[in-house]
C-alpha cells in the first residue's frame, strides 16, 4: 500500500487513472480532501489535500515511485510505503493478478 497526497481533485483523478491504466497499481482510492499541516522551506504550510491509497506490489514499488514523481506537481510528493501485515488472499491474489511485474508480466510477484 502506497500513500501519496495530491492537491486537488483533478491531479488526484489523473494520477489514479495512469497508474490503474498502466497497471501500475490495481487501484487507487481517493479519499475525501482533508487539511494537511507541515513544514516546508521553514515555514508552516498549511493546504487541503487529497488522499490516494494506492494498492500494488512491492516488486513495482521503485517504478511506481518514478512515474508518481513524474505525474505528481509537487516538488517533493509524499509517497510512503506501507507494509501489509495480513489481507483477504483473495483480495491479495486480486491485486497481484492486476499489476505487471517488473518484468512486465502480470501476476508475477
Not at 10 to 36: G, K, M, Q, T, Y
Amino acid at each position: 500500500m502506497v500513500v501519496c497526497n495530491a492537491p486537488d481533485q483533478p491531479v488526484a483523478e489523473r494520477i489514479a487513472a495512469a497508474l490503474v491504466d498502466e497497471r501500475l497499481a490495481a487501484c487507487v482510492n481517493i479519499l475525501a480532501p482533508c487539511r494537511s499541516v507541515y513544514r516546508w522551506q521553514d515555514q508552516v504550510e498549511r493546504a487541503e489535500e487529497i488522499p490516494l491509497l494506492i494498492k500494488t506490489r512491492r516488486d513495482v514499488y521503485d517504478r511506481l515511485e518514478w512515474r508518481l514523481t513524474q505525474l505528481h506537481p509537487y516538488q517533493v510528493p509524499e509517497i510512503v510505503a506501507l507494509p501489509l501485515a495480513r489481507g483477504l488472499p483473495a483480495y491479495l491474489t486480486w491485486v497481484s493478478d492486476s499489476v505487471l511485474s517488473s518484468g512486465g508480466e502480470r501476476g508475477a510477484s
